[in-house]
């Protein structure tokens, strides 16, 4: 099976609120994740990533948070706005030149 | 736009046939990765070349072929198509050679096998 997955397959969330994306992932090795937001009909875009030396880390309206003990990342999104609407991804580096993704969770905004 | 082009957008095929998908990457980077993604099996990583030689092996199957161009173009040749190959085919390119460089990927080809 597959080493990287998400809690949920689909997220409804009302325009406004925070989001939070949950990631589990089985293989301790890895050593970087990355998350990514594929709109329909379009290839997956980068949000943001993590090293696993770090626990948080945010950009413009993201943060990802990496919980090694429990083998858990996060992607939350501020403000949720319409246009976040999409499958989010989260992918594990398995080694310097292999990503292995999860399933992807659907999230939908509502106005 | 990504600046990764991929052609063709759409391909209807029977099975046992053969077909080549192209990919151009953004302009200065050497890297392009293909992704295959179904239904069943999410988003699976194939294969990367990193400036016309093979770098990284995925879930390929042998049927599978690709190869890079000295342009930096990329192809991926599918063979011996079965319905199960049916599924979206993403292209992916970055400028470094590790794949946690960040990778702009293309509008993808989608892959009919009947």
């Known amino acids: 099976g597959e080493s990287v997955g998400l809690h949920l397959p689909t997220l409804s969330v009302q325009e406004g609120d925070n989001s939070i994306i949950n990631c589990a992932y089985s293989n301790s090795a890895s050593d970087y994740f990355i998350w990514y937001k594929q709109e329909s009909g379009k290839g997956p875009q980068f949000i943001i990533d993590?090293?696993?030396?770090?626990d948080k880390r945010q950009g413009q309206r993201v943060t990802v948070l990496l919980n090694k003990t429990v083998k858990h990342l996060s992607l939350q999104i501020a403000a949720t706005q319409p246009g976040d609407s999409a499958v989010y991804f989260c992918?594990?580096?398995?080694?310097?030149?292999?990503?292995?993704f999860g399933a992807g969770t659907t999230v939908t905004v509502r106005a | 736009d990504s600046g990764v082009t991929q052609t063709p957008k759409h391909l209807i095929t029977a099975t046992g046939q053969r077909v080549t998908l192209r990919c151009s990457p953004r302009s200065g980077d050497l890297s392009v990765y293909w992704y295959q993604q179904s239904l069943d099996q999410g988003l699976q990583f194939l294969i990367q070349?990193?400036?016309?030689?093979?770098?990284a092996k995925g879930n390929i199957l042998e049927r599978f072929s690709a190869q890079q161009f000295p342009d930096l173009h990329s192809e991926l040749n599918l063979s011996s198509l079965e319905l199960g190959d049916s599924a979206l085919y993403f292209c992916a390119s970055s400028g470094g050679g590790r794949s946690y460089n960040e990778q702009f990927f293309g509008p993808g080809t989608r892959l009919t096998v009947l």
């Open positions: 070349y990193y400036n016309g030689e093979e770098r």
């Open positions: 992918a594990e580096g398995i080694n310097d030149y292999k990503l292995s």
């Open positions: 993590i090293r696993s030396n770090m």
